[in-house]
């Protein structure tokens, strides 16, 4: 029930997104300003869901279709856990693979049959997910997502983001040079922000960045996020488009 629920999470935020051909120039763009920022580097996430056909597929198939994503990933003998959930309206694959020491991948196809009375037609998704720490691998890695979801016939719909930190609680000056040093290499315009004492939050966008949800007749592109963790006593700093794909 928890994987329904975050599978149907994923598809309800990607279905604000404008159905675009993607490159991976928003990775290489995203990399640079991450440097910009001069954080230290501490995780890197890339998630992209698509609709690859209108078919309710049998667990066979979906093997077939996760086979085929391994291949991309040079990931065939990798995996370290996968399940399997049954139901007369769905049936979910859930494989997750080890790429490196610090690298993982999850593969999530479901397939969707609802009753008659909804008068729908079948629909199998994709959900591709990769995180890890190695962020020099971040333009790569969003190039295999892109390659396994047209390979699919799908239409990518990535949601990719880099996180970082820095030492200590940031000053005032400090905090706005870095948002301003993003913003200004970006070119970020239309910011809507959200602050409290522990975190700054704002959403904008930059014409350097090529996917975007709409929201209030207003486009959002790039996603920024800073925050305080009194335990670790540093200043997080995510970096995400178009929306910040993890908890921050």
Request: glycine fraction near 4%; aromatic fraction near 10%.
């Amino acid at each position: 029930m928890k994987l329904i629920k975050i599978v149907v999470a994923i598809i309800l935020i990607m279905l604000m997104t404008p159905s675009v051909a993607l490159g991976t120039e928003n990775e290489q763009f995203l990399l640079e300003a991450f440097e910009v920022a001069g954080a230290n580097a501490e995780m890197m996430d890339i998630v992209d869901w698509s609709v690859i056909n209108r078919e309710f597929l049998d667990f066979p198939q979906m093997e077939q279709y996760r086979d085929k994503i391994l291949h991309i990933f040079d990931a065939k003998g990798k995996i370290f856990d996968e399940t399997q959930e049954n139901s007369k309206i769905h049936r979910i694959l859930n494989t997750r693979a080890k790429l490196d020491s610090d690298t993982f991948l999850q593969i999530i196809l479901q397939s969707v049959h609802l009753p008659e009375e909804y008068e729908k037609e079948p629909q199998t998704y994709l959900v591709i997910s990769v995180s890890g720490k190695k962020l020099d691998k971040f333009v790569d890695y969003g190039q295999k997502v892109q390659e396994a979801v047209v390979s699919l016939t799908g239409k990518s719909k990535i949601a990719s983001c880099l996180t970082g930190s820095f030492n200590g609680k940031l000053d005032e000056a400090k905090h706005k040079q870095v948002l301003e040093n993003i913003k200004g290499f970006l070119e970020i315009s239309d910011t809507a922000k959200m602050e409290d004492e522990y975190t700054f939050s704002f959403m904008g966008y930059s014409p350097l960045l090529t996917n975007g949800i709409q929201i209030l007749d207003k486009t959002y592109n790039v996603h920024i996020a800073m925050r305080y963790n009194l335990e670790d006593d540093k200043t997080y700093i995510c970096i995400g488009s178009p929306v910040i794909s993890l908890e921050y």
